[in-house]
């Protein structure tokens, strides 16, 4: 029986599994998950829609309005009604919300030094490699894929 070498999707899927456990260990000294840390630093350059959030950090609805309440109730961010379309929420991360995304970005750079580390040389063909893939052959539809909810731990 032939097999398929190498088993691209089991790859990528440990790796963001393993990546995504990680960042929540390494992000639970400041109190967030990884998938919270996803949507603050999403959040923080502003002008965004809860849509628009939930589909770049690949979060179904009802995934990103539990993870919104919760940044909501600790003060990290606030929904706040779009000056251009009445039906939509834009998400702002508040002041508290901002200092706590600049400091977890330096946990999560720490923690991305430390895995792609072990690619030395390689890292940047890895990383430029990664980043054709997405915005090639693997962007497809976002129309066509099922929602899911997101291996960001959290």
Do not use: H
């Not at 840390?37 to 589909?55: F, N």
């Not at 993870?67 to 990290?76: C, F, K, M, Q, V």
């Not at 995304?101 to 895995?115: F, H, P």
Request: aromatic share 2%; with cysteine.
């Amino acid at each position: 029986m032939a097999r398929v070498t190498p088993d691209l999707s089991f790859l990528l899927d440990k790796t963001s599994e393993t990546l995504a456990a990680r960042m929540t260990v390494a992000l639970a000294d400041l109190g967030l998950t990884a998938r919270q840390y996803c949507v603050l630093d999403k959040a923080s350059s502003g002008g965004r829609t809860q849509g628009q959030l939930a589909e770049e950090a690949l979060l179904d609805k009802t995934t990103m309005v539990t993870t919104l309440d919760g940044l909501e109730r600790a003060g990290l961010a606030r929904r706040v009604a779009s000056p251009t379309d009445r039906r939509a929420r834009l998400v702002e991360t508040t002041a508290e919300g901002e200092a706590l995304v600049e400091k977890a970005a330096t946990v999560i750079q720490g923690l991305y030094d430390e895995v792609l580390g072990v690619l030395g040389a390689d890292r940047d063909a890895v990383v430029d490699g990664l980043i054709r893939l997405v915005e090639g052959p693997l962007a497809g539809d976002a129309d066509a894929r099922p929602p899911r909810r997101s291996s960001r731990a959290g």
